[in-house]
């Protein structure tokens, strides 16, 4: 069992920044890949971005450049810096573990926290 707790989400104007985290602990396995999911009230849980045990990280493509993703492993925390937010960034950010695929353009997960509010105003 892996448990994840989100924090870091808010309300910023158009072109600011959040840093979410997510701190997890249990058993993840011995290669395990996390990511950050979205989902608005029009759209489906989607990918953000993931992160691999090796450090290799993927992104969907309206997030590249101003997102990044990175894992502490000594703290055991999952981060997402949001940078130049914009509108369509708002949304329920989920935090996953133990993906199935590590891709964002799945999001099938074993794992998953509860979610923290990204709201971005003009």
């Known amino acids: 069992q892996v448990y994840l707790r989100e924090s870091g989400g808010g309300s910023v104007q158009v072109g600011g920044s959040l840093r979410l985290s997510c701190a997890y602990s249990g058993h993840t396995g011995s290669r395990n890949c996390m990511g950050w999911f979205r989902q608005t009230p029009k759209e489906e849980r989607e990918g953000v971005a993931v992160i691999d045990d090796d450090g290799s990280a993927g992104y969907e493509d309206v997030v590249k450049g101003r997102f990044t993703i990175s894992k502490d492993k000594a703290e055991n925390i999952l981060y997402l810096q949001m940078n130049d937010l914009k509108p369509d960034d708002a949304g329920t950010y989920y935090c996953?573990?133990?993906?199935?695929?590590?891709?964002?353009?799945?999001?099938?997960?074993?794992?998953w926290g509860r979610g923290t509010q990204v709201t971005v105003s003009s």
């Open positions: 996953a573990s133990n993906l199935g695929v590590c891709y964002t353009g799945s999001n099938q997960a074993r794992y």
